[in-house]
């Protein structure tokens, strides 16, 4: 589990396309967000549930471990899903 400092550092700049988030952060920040690694089929997709929200995701592998832009617009577009159905 990464650093709480380190990770409250990619919370806050979740958004920021432009600070590349490793895959252990990214998977932190979700946690945080309600989010509970669900069962794959192997593989690099991972899933992460949510309540009635599923979101699933590319594992990053190879040399850098930083997620894909597609992956976190994703998971910005399930927890603004999240939000709305909590307010």
Do not use: Q
Request: net charge positive.
């Amino acid at each position: 589990m990464p650093k709480r400092k380190k990770v409250d550092f990619f919370e806050e700049n979740f958004d920021n396309f432009s600070v590349p988030i490793p895959w252990d952060c990214f998977v932190a920040v979700l946690k945080r967000k309600g989010f509970e690694e669900g069962k794959s089929s192997g593989g690099s997709t991972c899933i992460f549930v949510c309540g009635n929200e599923r979101l699933t995701v590319h594992k990053p592998h190879g040399g850098d471990n930083i997620v894909s832009k597609f992956s976190r617009e994703r998971a910005i577009e399930a927890i603004e899903r999240i939000r709305g159905e909590n307010s």
